[in-house]
Structures are given as structure tokens and as C-alpha cells.
């Protein structure tokens, strides 16, 4: 008992009230509140030891909560807000100039340590993680527009003040946009907003926003206040050529801010041009203007140089951190002239006469040095599959333009045509019987079936076979170009869960079969149907055909957490359990791990170290989900070396079940108003787009407010605020609480009146019936059932129970009096908790006043236990002599009784016991 205890203690301390942080030889807590709030002490001497104020200033703070993990200071007090520590107060000797990773990396001010009273300790609320959402006119998956913060403890906007063009590439990074290409400053006064960001000060290289040296929080601000804005190149940077003779030729103009401007010349080259003629599917350029030769244009000129390798197949690639000279006019506005590519005089779009433009006019290839190669890249370029075949004595007749290109050499991996080279454009004399030409596969290939022919033992491992639809037969896949992220996609194709090794087979060569394709899969596809395919055909050999090695199926769990909804996330693969690196997880990766389990939804994907690192000798990471899988095995994911440091954060998830409670607000009583959620101890307004009446009926049920009497929106008792939106949220009915219910990850934004939530349920609904076990008949926990969950038994969240109450209980079982009555406490939190108010007298549980109490928030809840006196109470029954009357008499009188006592059980959980009725439930007998 005593050990139990001691881990007990342990276990509190660890995950309920401390978040804990060690960094070089300074280790800091925040011990005695909640994750991110608390009284900060240094680990010092062998002892945790709260920090004075002295010497202490916001430059610490920030650093404190950095280490932390914990975002930003919002409020630091002065006295024993969160209870006095038992050790001494120490002070910290160092000076922070606010850009430090953790108070290690501070240097020291003082070597005398200094002490200092318990009412001069230190307690710090940090805001907690912050998360990112560039929203525009409510979208929040937008790559322009105001920039939304959110934490468990405050949400609003990023200041313009200060907000700079380094800011917005940061928060571009962070929202998988891209770069920055504008930022600015906007007054904003139909927002919603009671904090700001302030004067981030970012270098632009940052990967979280509060490694930013200068950010800070201002809250309680008025709107007046000024927002900062951002546009990012991610579906914002399109390009265009105009004033040209050809779609291909003109006046380089990029769409910035909603308007086309120009661009400078400054350091363009071949390079630049190579990046825009490939993401204009324009060919390879061939003339690279700097003077307007196109025209000048008017208005605005790109804010950004470019700098590109030539490597790039689209500007989006290249580098845009430095700002274009300040000395750039419109007569300096780049041309470019791109080659263009069609193929004429064939059958279809796919097969002829290889044709470029120089700018005036279209013209051959002379078939000089022609070959397989050079018409692979053509094909591809053109989305038309693989080269059949390439001819250098013209099959499509002669061609009616000039020859302006001597010879076009490519080595057959080029990504682009730009990628190859050319020789320069002019007028070649060759003659025109023996210019370039191909035949392309063509450009679809049609429906097909995956199947993976086994080797060896490895039954999720082999050679890829693919039946085509049009052809009605078998083939495999090229296994020229085929790499990891192919197998990455065909693994998930099969259901047969990530990857381990894309390879090359040569096995079972199938000499008489097709060779279909080759896969160009980019690894986040669902299906290989979705990736890029170069067609192929004959006379195309089985050289090498591709295989793969997948896991297969695999169980996943949770562990090292304060329960089994929260935790680090392990992976199970040959008999061994593997850990998953914070690289690329997510929260719709956290989403399909809470829906394996069944425990609801994710929460939140945790990438720190809170649930401590783990030892593993195989991990995994770039988990895949789009969130709606059913299973971490649909997913894609890729395998690491197995020398990975133990001490590396490990991917956690925390999910909704036991963590999410819910009220309504409002209203005219409990039971009725304006629907709010609390995940990290925080109540937010509820939004939604799409509902049903089974999610209003499972918050009744979890509220103890009966049935679901009405569901709406658009409410007069509601007003727009800051909220979270419940995407794609779904029960069915029988969910006991909303945190059982399926969803995809939840957003923080701007709630609009329109779509909160109003319910209004029958009214508050108590317990009708009691069950114990046989086991133990009077000594046990005590389960109730409601109406409302459709007579499931289950322990149900009690307050002030007392002997009172479980004397009740004893004489409603027959078991004497009470001797005992305790609560037993359970890790998770509860909606609402049952009150019973007996007075000891009464003859059963349904003679007590009931209430129902809301939640205070705790993350912890009891349910009711009794022992009562009559411990060896049972009935036995003597029979020393029965005649065949009293035999007959007998057997009905157990038929009697004993039936409705079986149909009792069967109307439970199934589970043995006995059953008692309150007030006059027609479905269980007393």
C-alpha cells in the first residue's frame, strides 16, 4: 500500500502539476498548477528550490517559458499564487538577453547565490504552444491574410507594429506556404481579439515563432490596434508572359497582391529563365531579355530578386529572401522568349514531328545524335507517357518551317526539357527526311488492379504486378526509376503500411508480360493511380522490374502518459515496439491514432518532450494521414537508422476521451444556451458549419439533461468571439460524451453568431438504477445507469459522497449499515458530477434529493464505493425433505422468480449482478 502510494505521488507530480524542462546543467519546473502555469523552481543542490524575484526581469521569463516549450510570458505574480514550496527560494544569477534557447545558454551575473522570502517567489503563466492560421475572409487554410495565434490560455492576432518581411516568412514556413512574398500592416476593427503579438523580431530563419528574440504578449487590447498581414508564395506566386508572338515569349509578369507587375532584371540569367520556361511547361529558353524588349510595363515592380541554380523546375524554387535594388524602372523589365515543343504532322498530339518556336516562328530538330533519350524527355514533357520509339528518317512527311535547332541532348533523367541542352537557335541546313521525330505511349493509361507476387518468407514483400483494364493482363512496373517514395504509395495502395525498402527485382522476370509503366510518385498520394506515370511499351525489357518491402499491419499504443489517451505513440513491427520521430507528425497523424484506439479524436500532436524520450530500437517518421483513415497501417511513413539519440523527442498525441468536457452557457438554466468546449482548461465557444440532432442528443446525455428537445443556430442569446470550429464532427447516438465521437482536428477562429450552437434539452435527467456485483454484493463500487444512455451501466462521477449516502445504499442491498463510504479517484475529466444529499434514513438511493454539479475543470473525478456491515450476507436455501408436490410448487415458484430476474440481467451490460430499480423503471425489477 505504502509502494502504491509512493508511485501515486509520483505519477501526480510528474504529469498533473509540473512541467519539467532540463537544458545543459539547468533544469526549471513549473510546479503546482498546470502545464504551462505554476511556481517556477530550479533544480539546485539536490533540490527544487522556488526563484526569487530578485534580479528577475522579462528577458528571463522569456527564456523560461522557451525552455519550457510553453510559448510566450503572459502573466508572472509575486506571491504564493500556486502555494509555497517546501525548500528554499534561490535567486537566478544571470543575464538573459531574451534570444536564448534556455537559461543554460545565459551568462552568468553574480557567482554568490542569494536567497529571498516565500513571498518573493516567482509564479509564471506562459501562454502555452502557440499555433498558426492565416485566415482571409474565414478560410483558414489560406496562404494570404491576417495571421490568427492561438494557445490554451489566450488567442487573437499578430501586431502590425514591428511586423516585417522576415515575420511573415516565418509564419509562411510554419503554415506549409512557403515564403513571403509581402507583409504588411492593416487595421482590422470587425475582428475579434483580446491579444496581440508583438514586435517579433524574427531573423526569418526561425522553425518556431517563439524562438523569435523579440516577441511578446499584450492583452485586454482595444481594436484600433493595427494587424499584421501576409501574402505567401504558396497558390499566390503565377506567373505569365505577355506582348509575346507565342504563349511561350513576352513580358515576364508574376501575380503579387492581387495585381500582375513586372519584374527587374536584376542578376537574371539562363537559370531564372530555365525555372520559368518549365513552370510554364514552355520547353528550354532561348533568349533572355533585360531591356523591356517586350514593352514596359506600369505600376508595381516584384519586391524580391531571384536567385536560382538551374536545376529548378518552377520559380516557386528558387531563393527570394533578398529585396530587389531600390534603382529598378520599368525599362529594366525582363523578357524572356521559351522554345515552346509540339509534335505536328502526327496522328494525335503524341506522335510526329518534334517542332520548337524561337520566338517568331516555329521550326524542326535536325535528328543529328537523336536518340531514345532525348525522346523520353519530350514525352514526359508533354504528359504523353514514354518514347516507343524515335525516328531519324522521318515517318510524318517533311516539315513546312525552317530547322532552327542543330541538336537537343538530354541523358533521359531530366525533370524538364529546360534541363537539357541545345544547341543555339538559328537556320540549319539538314535535311528535312531526317529531322526529329517520336511516338509517345500516349497519355492515359487507364483503370488497373495492384498485386504483389511474394518472395521468400515475406509475405508484405515482392514484385509489383499490375493488371491493366484495357488490356485485360498482367504487367509489371519499371523498376528503372522506381525509389522509396513509389513504395511508399503502393504500400499504402495495399493496406499494407509503410515502406521499408523500394528495390529492383529480378526473381520472376516475366519475359512474356508487359512492362506498363514507370511511377514518378511524389510519396503523399493515396493510391499509385494518383501519381505521375510514364507510360511504356515495347520494345521495353524486364531489365529489372520494381518490388517493395512493406510492414504490413500493425498495432499501435500509447504510453508514458497520465492515461492511455495521452502519451508517446509506439509502433509494433516484429515483435518489437518502435517509436515515432516529431518529424512530420501532425495533428490529422494524431487524429487516426485516437480513432484506432477508440479513444474520440486528437487533441493535440505533441512533439515535445513532455511524456519523456524513449529508448527504441527502431523508429519511424514522416507519418502521412489525411486524417480519415482507420488505421496508422493506411497511412504512409518511412523507417530511420536505429543510432537515433534516446533523449530525442518522441511523437505523442493527446485525444479527446478523458480530456474534453463541454457545458452550455446562456440559457436560462444548465440544460439550455449556447454550446462551449474546454480542452486545455480553457472554455471556447463552439462553432460549426454542419451538425445533426445524434451530437445534440450525446451532450444532453452528458450533461444528465435528459433528451434532446431542439438544435440550432443562428441564436439571439449568442454573440461572435473568438471560438474553435468542430470540423466534420460526428456521432451516432450511442457516444456516452462528445469526446467519444469522431471529428477531424479542430480549428481556432473567429466565431461568427451564425453558426454557434444553441441546444435546448428536455431537462435534468438522474440515475435510475444501481448495480453491484456478486462477487462482492456488500463491499463494492457502486454503478449507476441514466435513461439516458439507454441502460448502460457504468461509475458515474459522484461529489460529497458520504455515510450518509452509502448507508442508503446498504439497507436499499440488504447488507446492514454502512461502515464504510470512499470515493476512488480516476485520471480524466467529466462534464458534470452527481450529487446525492441522503439523510441516512432513507430505504433506497431514489428517496435522496439529486443534483447535478458542473465541472470544476479538475482533471481527475471519483466514483462512490460502500462496505457495508453485513459482509457475509447471502441467501442460501435448506431443503431437507420435498415431496413431489412440493417439488412441482417448487419449480414454478423458481420460474417465477427467476425469469424477470433474467430478463433484468439481459436489459444491463451483461456483466453478472444483482439490479434495483428506482422510482418505477418498467425495464428492471427490484
Known amino acids: ?201 524574427c531573423l526569418g530563419t526561425e522553425y518556431n515563432l517563439e524562438d523569435c528574440p523579440g516577441i511578446s504578449l499584450m492583452r485586454n487590447t482595444n481594436r484600433n490596434s493595427t494587424i499584421g498581414q501576409v501574402v505567401c508564395s504558396k497558390d499566390n506566386l503565377s506567373l505569365r508572359l505577355v506582348n509575346g508572338s507565342t504563349l511561350c515569349s513576352g513580358r515576364l509578369e508574376v501575380y503579387h497582391r492581387l495585381s500582375w507587375v513586372t519584374v527587374c532584371r536584376s542578376n537574371w540569367t539562363m537559370n531564372q529563365a530555365k525555372a520559368v520556361c518549365a513552370q510554364l511547361g514552355c520547353g528550354f529558353p532561348v533568349q533572355v531579355y533585360s531591356d523591356a524588349h517586350y514593352g514596359q510595363g506600369y505600376g508595381d515592380i516584384f519586391p524580391r530578386d531571384v536567385l536560382c541554380s538551374g536545376n529548378e523546375t518552377s520559380l516557386m524554387d528558387c531563393d527570394f529572401t533578398q529585396p530587389r535594388p531600390s534603382s529598378c524602372t520599368h525599362d529594366q523589365d525582363v523578357s524572356i522568349i521559351c522554345s515552346g515543343l509540339r509534335l505536328a504532322n502526327g496522328p494525335s498530339r503524341c506522335s510526329g514531328l518534334v517542332e520548337v518556336n524561337d520566338g517568331s516562328q516555329w521550326g524542326s530538330v535536325c535528328s543529328t545524335d537523336w536518340d531514345i533519350e532525348n525522346a523520353n524527355v519530350i514525352c514526359r514533357h508533354l504528359r504523353c507517357g514514354s518514347a516507343l520509339s524515335v525516328q531519324t528518317r522521318n515517318l510524318y512527311g517533311e516539315s513546312q518551317g525552317p530547322v532552327l535547332l542543330e541538336g537537343m541532348y538530354c541523358n533521359g533523367s531530366e525533370k524538364s526539357l529546360s534541363q537539357c541542352s541545345a544547341s543555339q537557335f538559328g537556320s540549319y541546313i539538314c535535311d528535312t527526311l531526317q529531322v526529329a521525330a517520336v511516338e509517345c505511349s500516349g497519355e492515359y493509361f487507364g483503370s488497373f488492379e495492384i498485386r504483389m507476387r511474394a518472395e521468400g518468407s515475406q509475405y508484405t514483400g515482392g514484385q509489383v504486378e499490375i493488371y491493366s483494364s484495357n488490356q485485360s493482363t498482367w504487367g509489371t512496373i519499371s523498376g528503372r526509376h522506381w525509389d522509396i517514395n513509389d513504395a511508399q504509395v503502393l504500400c499504402k495502395s495495399l493496406e499494407y503500411g509503410f515502406a521499408l525498402a523500394a528495390y529492383n527485382s529480378s526473381e520472376y ?82 487524429n487516426v491514432v485516437c480513432r484506432s484506439e477508440r479513444h474520440g479524436f486528437a487533441l493535440a500532436a505533441v512533439t515535445d518532450s513532455r511524456f519523456g524520450a524513449i529508448s527504441s530500437s527502431m523508429w519511424f517518421k514522416d507519418i502521412q494521414c489525411s486524417g480519415a483513415e482507420y488505421s496508422l497501417s493506411s497511412c504512409s511513413g518511412k523507417t530511420m537508422p536505429n543510432n537515433i539519440n534516446s533523449s530525442s523527442a518522441t511523437a505523442a498525441v493527446i485525444c479527446s476521451s478523458d480530456q474534453l468536457i463541454v457545458r452550455l452557457v446562456n440559457g436560462t438554466d444548465r440544460c439550455n444556451g449556447i454550446l462551449e468546449v474546454n480542452r486545455f482548461s480553457n472554455w471556447e465557444r463552439a462553432c460549426s458549419k454542419s451538425w445533426n440532432s445524434d451530437f445534440a442528443t450525446v451532450l444532453c446525455q452528458e450533461l444528465y439533461c435528459g433528451e434532446l428537445s431542439s438544435v440550432k443556430t443562428n441564436s439571439s442569446i449568442a454573440d461572435s468571439q473568438g471560438g474553435v470550429w468542430l470540423n466534420n464532427f460526428e456521432c451516432f447516438g450511442h457516444e456516452q460524451s462528445l469526446s467519444e465521437c469522431s471529428s477531424q482536428p479542430w480549428s481556432n477562429a473567429f466565431c461568427d453568431s451564425s453558426y454557434q450552437i444553441h441546444i435546448t434539452c428536455s431537462g435534468q435527467s438522474f440515475v435510475h438504477g444501481m448495480k453491484f456485483s456478486d462477487q462482492f454484493p456488500c463491499a463494492e463500487a457502486v454503478q449507476f445507469y441514466s435513461y439516458t444512455f439507454e441502460y448502460t451501466y457504468k461509475n458515474a462521477p459522484v461529489v460529497d459522497w458520504d455515510i450518509e449516502d452509502a448507508d442508503t445504499v446498504c439497507r436499499q442491498r440488504s447488507c446492514g449499515s454502512a461502515t464504510v463510504a470512499l470515493t476512488h479517484r480516476e485520471y480524466g475529466r467529466k462534464s458534470a458530477w452527481i450529487s446525492f444529499q441522503c439523510t441516512g434514513h432513507e430505504l433506497s438511493l431514489s428517496d435522496c434529493p439529486v443534483s447535478v454539479v458542473e465541472s470544476n475543470g479538475s482533471q481527475y473525478w471519483n466514483y462512490a464505493t460502500v462496505t457495508c456491515s453485513d459482509l457475509d450476507h447471502s441467501y442460501v436455501y435448506r431443503v431437507t425433505y420435498i415431496p413431489a408436490l412440493c417439488i412441482s410448487l417448487a419449480v414454478l415458484l423458481l420460474v417465477v422468480i427467476f425469469i424477470p430476474e433474467w430478463k433484468c440481467r439481459h436489459r444491463g451490460d451483461g456483466a453478472p449482478g444483482k439490479y434495483y430499480s428506482f422510482r418505477n423503471d418498467p425495464t428492471v425489477t427490484s
Open 1 to 201: 500500500m505504502e509502494s502504491t502510494s509512493q508511485i501515486l505521488i509520483t505519477v501526480l507530480s510528474l504529469f498533473a502539476s509540473i512541467q519539467l524542462c532540463t537544458s545543459g546543467n539547468i533544469t526549471i519546473r513549473l510546479a503546482d498548477g498546470f502545464r504551462c502555469i505554476g511556481r517556477l523552481e530550479i533544480y539546485s543542490g539536490s533540490n527544487w528550490k522556488s526563484v526569487c524575484s530578485t534580479n528577475l526581469n522579462m528577458n528571463h521569463t522569456r527564456v523560461a517559458c522557451r525552455q519550457l516549450s510553453c510559448g510566450v510570458p503572459v502573466s508572472i505574480y509575486t506571491r504564493a499564487y500556486f502555494g509555497a514550496s517546501d525548500g528554499e527560494n534561490v535567486a537566478l544569477n544571470l543575464q538573459c538577453n531574451r534570444t536564448e534557447s534556455a537559461l543554460s545558454d545565459c551568462s552568468p551575473s553574480d557567482p554568490q547565490i542569494q536567497t529571498c522570502s516565500q513571498a518573493e517567489s516567482i509564479n509564471l503563466e506562459c501562454s502555452g504552444p502557440l499555433q498558426l492560421w492565416i485566415v482571409n475572409h474565414g478560410d483558414q487554410g489560406s496562404c494570404a491574410g491576417v495571421v490568427y495565434v492561438s494557445s490554451s490560455s489566450t488567442s487573437g492576432y499578430i501586431s502590425g507594429e514591428g511586423w516585417d518581411i522576415d515575420d511573415a516568412n516565418v509564419v509562411c514556413r510554419l503554415t506549409g506556404c512557403g515564403f513571403a512574398l509581402s507583409a504588411a500592416s492593416i487595421s482590422h476593427n470587425d475582428l475579434y481579439y483580446n491579444s496581440l503579438l508583438l514586435n517579433l523580431g
Open 509 to 590: 522476370l516475366r519475359q512474356n508480360s508487359p512492362v506498363w509503366f514507370e511511377a514518378n510518385c511524389y510519396g503523399n498520394e493515396i493510391h499509385l493511380s494518383q501519381c505521375p506515370l510514364t507510360l511504356l511499351g515495347p520494345p521495353d525489357l524486364h531489365t529489372s522490374d520494381a518490388a517493395v518491402l512493406c510492414t504490413g499491419y500493425f498495432s499501435v499504443r500509447i504510453v508514458n502518459g497520465t492515461s492511455q489517451t495521452a502519451g508517446n505513440v509506439e509502433i509494433s513491427y516484429g515483435n518489437t515496439w518502435g517509436s515515432i520521430s516529431t518529424e512530420g507528425w501532425d495533428i490529422y497523424d494524431a
